[in-house]
């Protein structure tokens, strides 16, 4: 039933991306479904339009203007770009401090956000830092308020509800090298902003509310499995930023493929590491009784046992992907992987001997550390994975295809590696021309590469602080040429991009609590410049990274 507009507070939420990517997302789809079951809330949803025209609602057509708050949801820092698009091509002031009280109040929140805001932190009103599913319902029942003014309600929104940040209401300094002096509270409201995040994540199921063949994952229901990873690959946020991890119980995912089976023969499980699931066996058996097809967004290799390459097989599973991430033993070490190459190999084995004809692997280049020869590595590591690959499909007389996915490394907030600078293009590049060339004449070998430039904008937002803001701007002027744009900002990209940061600078992120000690991180830094690997999170009774403290 369509809720009347009369005395609603109306929210649009924004995807910053097409329609095909943002309605396949399950935070989106969550926020959606949360915002509507509440009673004085009215919710509609915007995308970034596929063609030049003006930018409405999926469910009125209604104009952004229309709305008393743009709730945008973003995932992914290039997204970020995508703000100011969206920004312009609805008649929208770029920045907070242009926009009056006649303009919505401007939201953001979702995962790149509680990684690092400051990029935006110029353009957004306020950002709700954390897990949606913990806090909503406190935003909304302040925001509703239609007796407040817009600064009361901010500072009521500061002061009151946990993970609340409103930029406008700390100050930055900086010291004469360009890096942050101070970032300083006015107002009362916190110096610190406490992330929220569920506790308990069986109280809230998530997964598709929407099915579309317009979707990048065509018709096929999304459930979550849990967040976070207990391995702590210290390139990654998932096993960092949502400390703890948690898994969600097996019958709550079984009420989950129950439903889907209702509406699609494909389901894809979604998580940080799926083949840590407690009892995905069970699982799989169940789909495979409901006549589902299942998809994994990851798998571990040391995971791979035969027992649960069986139940892919019995659930139409055609194509494995592995993410050995690095080709050395010691760059595994260094990066905290926890797997080996006869962990890689005998995964291979598996896989395609059990009925899997085709493998993905992901690696990555321009990690701290590496050297040529690692990435020589890379490169010996497939043609070893080829070998046995081509063994054990001639033994099923059937011969699949390896697809290789290299990409440059990013250094990410909250993680061991943010304070390590990406590698510069050049150096990039090189390391690209050593893999494709050692790979350009191997038969049944696909390999694909990131792009860079995509990827340096990418990390000038990840470890970019509020002066990035000018940077995206003008980038929107000159239509994202960033050649042209890297070259006219004030302060170089290399300058975010880059630089090694020392343990002692303040980064921009620094006032977000994710409940993980500093000096944690620090430690981890150290031991992986050692190579030396860390043990799995216990998940509890732990006081090592200081989350469960």
């Known amino acids: 039933m369509q809720k009347s507009w009369k005395g609603q507070l109306a929210i649009a939420l924004i995807y910053p991306n097409t329609y095909s990517i943002g309605i396949s997302n399950l935070g989106f789809q969550t926020v959606y479904r949360l915002l509507n079951e509440m009673d004085d809330v009215i919710c509609e949803r915007f995308f970034l339009p596929e063609k030049v025209g003006p930018i409405r609602s999926m469910e009125s057509e209604r104009p952004l203007t229309d709305f008393d708050i743009l709730a945008f949801s973003i995932s992914f820092e ?131 509310q929407i099915l579309t063949p317009d979707a990048t994952f065509a018709d096929t229901f999304l459930i979550e499995t849990g967040r ?11 096993g960092f930023i949502y400390r703890p991890p948690r898994f969600r ?29 407690p009892d995905l066996n069970r699982l799989c058996q169940t789909a495979h009784e409901l006549g589902i097809d299942l998809s994994f967004s990851s798998l571990r290799a040391d995971k791979m046992t035969d027992d649960l390459i069986r139940s892919m097989v019995k659930n139409g599973v055609k194509t494995a992907t592995l993410a050995p991430d690095a080709g050395s033993e010691r760059m595994r070490k260094v990066i905290n992987k926890g797997i080996t190459e ?31 020869d690692d990435v020589d590595a890379i490169v010996e590591l497939i043609l070893n994975v080829k070998a046995v ?36 293009v050049p150096s990039l590049k090189q390391k690209i021309r050593r893999i494709t060339n050692a790979l350009k004449s191997t038969a049944n070998v696909r390999v694909t590469m990131a792009n860079l430039r995509d990827a340096v904008v990418q990390a000038v937002i990840s470890r970019g602080d509020r002066r990035v ?42 006032f977000i609590h994710h409940g993980i000690s500093r000096s944690y991180l620090e430690k981890e830094y150290s031991r992986a410049l050692k190579a030396k690997p860390s043990p799995p999170c216990p998940i509890e009774n732990c006081n090592r990274c200081g989350v469960c403290i």
């Open 78 to 208: 290039n997204d970020f770009i995508h703000v100011l698009t969206i920004f312009r091509l609805a008649g929208i002031p770029f920045f907070s401090i242009q926009r009056n009280q006649d303009y919505p109040l401007v939201l953001a929140g979702g995962v790149a956000c509680f990684l690092n805001p400051e990029p935006l932190a110029p353009v957004v009103d306020i950002f709700l830092l954390g897990e949606a599913e913990e806090f909503l319902s406190e935003f909304v029942n302040i925001a509703a308020d239609g007796s407040l003014s817009r600064l009361d309600m901010l500072l009521r929104l500061a002061h009151e509800v946990k993970g609340a940040y409103v930029p406008g209401f700390y100050h930055v300094t900086y010291h004469a090298d360009k890096t942050i002096r101070s970032m300083d509270a006015r107002f009362g409201v916190p110096e610190q902003i406490h992330r929220r995040y569920v506790s308990h994540v069986d109280a809230f199921p998530t997964q598709s």
């Open 342 to 372: 006869t962990h890689v190999l005998q995964a291979t084995e598996s896989l395609v001997y059990n009925g899997i004809p085709n493998l993905k692997l992901y690696f990555m280049i321009g990690l701290p550390t590496e050297t040529l």
């Open 389 to 424: 690959f081509l063994k054990a499909s001639r033994i099923r007389r059937k011969i699949g295809e390896i697809s290789i996915s290299i990409n440059p490394f990013i250094p990410k907030a909250f993680t061991p590696f943010q304070w390590a600078g990406m590698n510069d």
């Open 469 to 510: 803001a000018d940077i995206l701007v003008l980038g929107e002027k000159y239509r994202w040429n960033w050649a042209r744009t890297f070259k006219e900002t004030e302060i170089s990209h290399d300058f975010f991009a880059f630089r090694q940061r020392e343990l002692t600078e303040n980064l921009p992120w620094d």
């Open 249 to 277: 119980s097996i019958d709550v995912l079984e009420n989950g493929l129950r439903l889907a089976a209702q509406l699609t023969d494909r389901v894809g499980l979604v998580g940080a590491a799926i083949s840590d699931l």
């Open 228 to 238: 976070g990873c207990i391995h702590g690959c210290r390139f990654c946020t998932a």
